[in-house]
């Protein structure tokens, strides 16, 4: 596994350093357009600004109080720039940081491609050129498309194709084409880059992901249009007290109209977006997931459809070996004896797996042979065979096909349990091996996909959450049922193309669902950048990491219930401070409005309750309320409000009477507080 990369901390000095540069750098009215409550405030502390300049020069005695209420607006609006530029460095930070554990692939290039048998040099894979013929040794990542001019290896193409079994590739035929990526197991070869840089398989990934467009949340859209909704009615209704004040002879500026506004508008849901947004990544990251976007987290609150890719994500990656099947007259011992002695020469994950299976479950010591009278046959992708000579003994283990023609013996001439043996395994989507001793025939080894431990109670619970849990796969429908059925999935999606998932993943949003996709290999790229929530393992290829919008660096997809956990908390977080932030409104409309008339209408001094010194004082000390309120709710925004399965109507129960009638109280205890010390201070 890549190494795990630091985690930076909640507020990183030279996060914060660059965010106050970056909460400048927001003022510019087009990165404010996005949040219409912080853009109006932007706008309407310029026009503050100017009517201070100008009592400044005029002489007007307004100017004291003008300048604070501007000094106030600004505060509003850098404070939320700057919580937002803190969540998009966190986020950049945690990235770059991903980057920096990867290792650019190295490719040992021929300094003469006439002469294939002469020096190799190594240079990086982003430096071959069409034409470049370059040695792939086993254990090697072929660094570019090509085709294989020498040589015959087996390659795993899992991290391209999605498909987990290897296959062959050889110089000639139908079979000589490799995809940059892959990884030879064994033997070696020598390709030819026959893509120029620009046009390879990695390059049609990235055009795909490049192509995908991840939908808005319905949180987000619905939390959007009230926003907005909001700031237009308080607009008309702050628009419309101008006349009435006219009209009545009330002393009502342009300044105290543009301070109310701004203290009725959703103000503190719009600075505090962002803040709610970090605090989702950071409890993500002790949870040892690194999000990449604020928003992937809050859609994964609402995510109802599940899409796993099963290479690396819902197995290891490699088929491993996890039965021997005997023959009648030959014990399990004794195939595992066979099995064992034939593997020791077998470098590749499966012959790896044999050797573990046949210590660990049958308690064999690896044998001790006189190596002047032992022949080892190492494993060959020509022959698929590898194996011992044995002082006159012949031990072989391989694939059936293989280890037949090797016997010269025909299929229908083999034991009959040996044949139920191989089709059982073939039907159960697994790899039948074989293994002879001499010429005879001992067994079969059971080569498969393992599940992850875990894996099938965990999608229970997703089930339990209202998660469908898709499949996806290269693998064909025979061994993606089997696999489908062993790890409790919903459903499945056999012979997957990268296009197919994509394609998948579309109608299912065009049916308004949120879908949320796990993968590790470069062909999960365009379903993990279209998806809501994409969540990249570690263990996979940068380009799925690059893709998502998550990476998880522990690679344990069932991992999504913590992350659905936090992304609900998240909504819920959002939906509470959004119900307080309504309620404060609210609250400071019917707290200053009578402070604010009670001169031109005496008969509203029943309705100034708090009884606020003047109708300034009453304004000043609502908008340094509207300001340090934001302030006071970040804890709680960076805490959350604690996630519990309960119903809607609970939870708007709760939400009503915590945050609701706590935002209708608190306004009038906190302006009071601070008009008194306006009033002491004699600055309005």
């Not at 025909?410 to 790899?431: C, D, N, Y």
Request: contains cysteine; charged residues 20%; proline residues 4%.
């Amino acid at each position: 596994m890549a190494s795990k990369p630091k985690s930076q901390g909640l507020f990183d000095g030279k996060i914060l350093a660059t965010a106050a540069i970056d909460a400048l750098r927001k003022l510019d009215p087009r990165a404010l357009a996005k949040n219409p409550v912080i853009f109006v405030t932007e706008a309407v502390s310029l026009m503050v600004t100017l009517f201070f300049v100008r009592d400044l020069v005029t002489g007007n005695g307004s100017a004291m109080f003008s300048g604070q209420i501007a000094a106030w607006l600004w505060f509003t609006v850098l404070f939320a720039n700057f919580a937002e530029a803190v969540a998009e460095g966190r986020g950049k930070a945690q990235a770059d940081a991903l980057r920096r554990t990867r290792s650019d692939t190295r490719a040992k290039r021929y300094l003469d491609p006439e002469n294939l048998s002469g020096v190799v040099e190594g240079v990086n894979a982003l430096d071959l050129r069409l034409g470049d013929i370059v040695l792939v040794e086993a254990g090697d990542i072929i660094p570019g498309d090509g085709d294989i001019v020498e040589g015959v290896a087996s390659v795993n193409e899992s991290a391209i194709t999605g498909e987990s079994a290897p296959v062959i590739r050889e110089a000639g035929g139908d079979r000589s084409a490799v995809t940059g990526g892959t990884t030879v197991l064994s033997d070696f070869i020598k390709v030819k880059i026959t893509s120029a840089p620009g046009s390879t398989f990695i390059d049609r990934m990235i055009a795909l992901v490049e192509g995908a467009e991840r939908q808005k949340t319905p949180n987000e859209l619905a939390l959007s249009i009230l926003l907005s909704g909001l700031t237009i009615i308080f607009l008309i209704v702050c628009v419309t007290l101008w006349p009435l004040a006219k009209y009545s002879g009330a002393d009502l500026s342009a300044t105290v109209l543009i301070a109310l506004l701004v203290c009725l508008i959703p103000t503190t849901i719009g600075g505090l977006l962002s803040a709610i947004g970090i605090a989702g990544m950071d409890r993500l990251v002790r949870f040892n997931v690194i999000a990449t976007s604020g928003r992937a987290v809050e859609a994964a609150g609402d995510v109802d459809t599940l899409l796993l890719d099963k290479t690396g994500t819902i197995t290891f990656g490699n088929r491993m070996a996890t039965e021997l099947l005997p023959v009648d007259g030959v014990s399990a011992e004794a195939l595992a004896a066979a099995a064992l002695a034939s593997s020791l020469a077998d470098e590749t994950p499966e012959g790896r797996s044999i050797v573990a299976l046949a210590k660990g479950d049958f308690g064999l010591a690896e044998p001790k042979f006189d190596m002047a009278k032992t022949t080892v046959i190492p494993f060959s992708a020509q022959t698929r065979i590898s194996g011992l000579n044995v002082g006159g003994r012949s031990i072989r283990k391989g694939a059936i096909d293989s280890i037949l023609r090797y016997l010269k013996l025909p299929i229908e001439k083999t034991p009959l349990e040996f044949r139920q043996s191989v089709e059982r395994v073939a039907m159960s989507g697994g790899t039948p091996l074989a293994v002879a001793d001499d010429d005879r025939l001992m067994g079969v080894i059971h080569l498969k996909d393992v599940v992850k431990p875990g894996i099938k109670e965990r999608f229970a619970a997703m089930r339990a959450m209202g998660i469908r849990t898709v499949m996806v796969t290269g693998d064909n429908p025979v061994t993606a049922a089997a696999i489908a059925s062993e790890a409790g999935v919903d459903d499945f999606l056999a012979e997957a193309t990268p296009e197919d998932k994509l394609a998948f993943i579309r109608k299912e949003q065009f049916g308004g669902r949120l879908i949320a996709m796990c993968g590790d290999g470069t062909n999960d790229a365009p379903a993990l950048a279209q998806a809501d929530v994409g969540v990249a393992m570690q263990t996979g290829t940068q380009a799925a990491r690059e893709a998502g919008n998550m990476v998880d660096l522990d690679s344990n997809p069932t991992k999504l219930i913590e992350i659905v956990e936090i992304g609900k908390q998240l909504l819920m977080t959002r939906g509470s401070l959004t119900t307080f932030s309504i309620a404060n409104d609210v609250a400071k409309y019917f707290a200053i409005l009578p402070a604010m008339f009670v001169v031109t209408y005496p008969a509203l001094g029943a309705l100034n309750v708090m009884r606020l010194a003047s109708s300034q004082s009453a304004i000043l000390s609502a908008v340094i309320f509207n300001a340090l309120i934001i302030i006071a709710l970040i804890p709680l925004a960076l805490k959350g409000v604690a996630y519990r399965p309960v119903g809607a109507a609970a939870l708007l129960r709760r939400n009503l009477l915590i945050y609701g009638l706590g935002g209708l109280i608190l306004p009038f205890i906190g302006i009071k507080a601070i008009d008194l010390v306006v009033a002491a201070l004699h600055l309005a």
